[in-house]
């Protein structure tokens, strides 16, 4: 054994491995081992990562250029007396044929058999997601089953294009830039605000549809209900409360 060798050993230094196995194709892991370990303590760590037993285990060391240094076959030997140095590949071989990484078993879902129930005995059970969901239904109406095409058309009568307004939340003020209904969103009634600043979410085109015509980023589609319309000039930015 080197002097250099003895000196990386004595300093408890560690190495940083690519870790990879005969049986789990998709199993590759960068794993920091300390150089003092022996190779039945590196086993017996990998084992807890991969499933391998130890006894089933036989570990061989590769390069960064993954030319096979040669196998860890003495067990009580420390990792650091094999030369490793970051970047180096420890390949897994499982030895036993009945192990658990065998016939991936651990990465090929398609293998594992899947539990089966018919329609009617899934309908027969007290509770199942298709009742839960049945029953939130029925409670939880969507906006399509509760709400008509005339949906707050009354709360429209006073409400005209061309109109100031102040729309809620948040006291947003603008105008009104178009009132009826608007079949890309949801049923019932709409109004087209032009905000007077960039407080909107588009231009007045509506999921592919022009309902109006503003600025980017000035345009709202609200619910009637959010809607005053009256002396709402626009705001002066630089206007101060008085003293």
């Known amino acids: 054994m ?8 004595e300093g408890d230094e560690s190495v940083l491995l ?16 300390s150089l003092s370990m022996t190779v039945e303590s590196v086993k017996e760590k990998l084992w807890k990562k991969c499933g391998t ?33 970051d970047g180096y ?3 897994i071989i499982d030895l036993d044929p009945s192990s658990v990484t065998s016939g991936g078993w651990l ?6 058999e899947k539990y089966t129930i018919s329609d009617e005995a899934y309908n027969k059970l007290d509770s199942n997601f298709r009742k839960f969901r049945e029953k939130l239904a029925t409670h939880n109406p969507t906006t399509e089953n509760k709400l008509s095409d005339n949906y707050m058309e009354d709360l429209c009568a006073n409400i005209k294009v061309g109109d100031r307004c102040e729309v809620e939340p948040g006291a947003k003020r ?13 049923p019932g009634y709409w109004v ?27 345009g709202a589609m609200v619910r009637p209900d959010k809607v005053k319309v009256g002396d709402f000039p626009e705001r002066d930015p630089f206007e101060e409360d008085e003293i």
Do not use: W
């Open 18 to 33: 690519r870790v990879t196995h005969s049986n789990l194709k998709t199993f590759s892991a960068d794993v920091r081992f």
């Open 192 to 218: 087209g605000i032009q905000y007077d600043e960039p407080l909107g979410k588009h231009d007045g085109l509506v999921k592919g549809k022009r309902y109006f015509n503003c600025p980017p980023n000035h």
């Open 2 to 9: 080197g002097s250099s060798r003895l000196q990386q050993i």
């Open 89 to 91: 590949k420890l390949h």
């Open 53 to 85: 037993s130890v006894d089933s285990m036989r570990l061989e060391l590769y390069d960064d250029a993954r030319t096979k240094i040669g196998d860890l076959d003495d067990s009580s030997r420390p990792l650091g007396y094999f030369s490793p140095l």
């Open 107 to 112: 990465e090929d879902t398609s293998l594992v």
């Open 174 to 186: 603008g105008i009104v830039k178009f009132v009826g209904r608007v079949e890309t969103i949801a």
